[in-house]
């Protein structure tokens, strides 16, 4: 693509990395065939290639009003368009480095601003964990239509002392410490079992995905300074590396390199601890489950988040975990689409994240499976909130698994 970017704006990294991702693009249009919302909405500018057209004038100088905004706003960020792209164009990463230029020269109204900054600030703060916690003793009062979005609440159970030479440190994450604690624990069950320990340190939290992708990069790189200084007197006692169980939070850890590679003072263990993350689908391994003798006695469908899929390259993997616990796999129709979640993209744009789930709830019960399994938290909560299934992270079901065939819990009422 031929772009006419100013020289001050090449003179930046950011503008000159930007400059470099827009030539690469070639209009081939490719993208559009993945993309779920121009599937869903039909618009040229809902897609990734008129998302690309937009950026390139708000970066040449060009008026940019609201409409620009309202179409970037409604990308999901799920980076299908990367898989299926010919010329290898870094799409999720150009958004990323356009949406904090994007709200400056498109400034947002007030109640907007509000509600970015709740999610920004809120979501990995105690009071998110309090609030969470009030709302799951209150549900059996609540009117059905709110008890939904509230999860249930589910026993993490026990978590194993550090017992092995083989360490991990455990990224416990926001939504997913607060509202599923039960993963983490399951995964330290595990690995207990292959002779490896996981192992949790204070003052680590949310990994910084939430912040960045809503264009607060500052508050972003505040949270990974955070969890490097935590995790890195574990790094040098010789863990192994980072275990990280949500897909959407591995993405973002193993970018920690790029976001602080400016930084004199973070820039080098930043690096070090990108390359020590490892996704729980990475560690595990299908001859582990063999090894524990696990029986996955249920028909499952598997909602393959796009961060595995797309982010990391792993598409099959719980598949393949589950398959060697013995599961039977229903076939799912369009794999690959996202199911609307995406971060804060449920709560900013419920419509259109509404629609996805609605779909993707049809292909994934469609084989009339017991159990659907997923690997990334924000999947988990959104599909469990229209689902008649139970909807578990892989790693719970074959812990459930462990020393006894797995019986999916009863449909959430």
Not at 11 to 20: F, W
Not at 48 to 67: C, M, N, Q, V, W
Not at 87 to 104: A, I, K, N, T
Request: aromatic content about 4%.
């Amino acid at each position: 693509m031929r772009t006419r970017l100013p020289p001050a704006l090449l003179s930046e990294p950011d503008g000159a990395e930007a400059a470099t991702i827009l030539r690469a693009c070639v209009h081939c249009g490719f993208c559009n065939a993945t993309c779920p919302t121009y599937q869903l909405l039909g618009d040229e500018r809902d897609g990734p290639r008129g998302r690309i057209y937009l950026i390139k004038s708000l970066l040449e100088g060009a008026d940019t009003g609201p409409e620009t905004q309202r179409h970037i706003d409604r990308c999901l960020t799920c980076r299908a368009c990367e898989t299926t792209c010919p010329s290898g164009v870094r799409y999720g990463r150009l958004l990323d480095l356009v949406r904090p230029r994007l709200d400056v020269a498109v400034p947002r109204g007030r109640l907007a601003k509000l509600e970015r900054w709740l999610l920004r600030r809120g979501v990995p703060s105690r009071a998110f964990g309090l609030l969470l916690g009030l709302g799951q003793r209150l549900r059996p009062v609540l009117p059905a239509v709110i008890a939904r979005l509230v999860p249930r609440p589910r026993a993490a159970g026990d978590w194993p002392s550090a017992r092995h030479a083989r360490r991990w440190v455990a990224l416990d994450g926001c939504v997913q410490a607060h509202a599923r604690p039960s993963i983490n624990a399951a995964a330290a069950r595990l690995l207990d079992r292959c002779g490896q320990s996981l192992v949790r340190v204070p003052g680590r939290g949310c990994c910084g995905a939430l912040a960045y992708h809503l264009g607060a990069h500052e508050e972003a790189r505040a949270h990974a300074r955070r969890n490097i200084d935590a995790w890195w007197p574990e790094i040098e006692r010789g863990a192994e590396g980072i275990f990280s169980s949500a897909t959407g939070c591995t993405t973002f850890l193993q970018d920690y390199a790029e976001i602080l590679r400016d930084d004199p003072a973070y820039a080098e263990r930043a690096a070090s601890v990108a390359a020590l993350v490892r996704d729980a689908t990475e560690i595990l391994r299908p001859e582990d489950v063999v090894a524990m003798g696990l029986n996955v006695d249920a028909r499952v469908a598997v909602q393959a988040p796009c961060s595995l899929q797309h982010g990391l390259g792993g598409a099959g993997r719980i598949e393949a975990l589950l398959q060697a616990a013995g599961a039977k796999l229903c076939a799912v129709a369009d794999s690959h689409l996202c199911c609307g979640s995406a971060g804060a993209y449920s709560v900013l744009q419920p419509v259109i994240s509404g629609e996805l789930r609605a779909r993707k709830l049809t292909a994934l019960t469609a084989g009339f499976p017991a159990v659907i399994a997923t690997s990334n938290i924000g999947c988990m909560l959104h599909l469990e909130g229209a689902a008649k299934q139970p909807v578990r992270h892989w790693l719970e079901i074959l812990d459930a698994a462990a020393g006894q065939a797995f019986s999916p819990a009863p449909p959430p009422a």
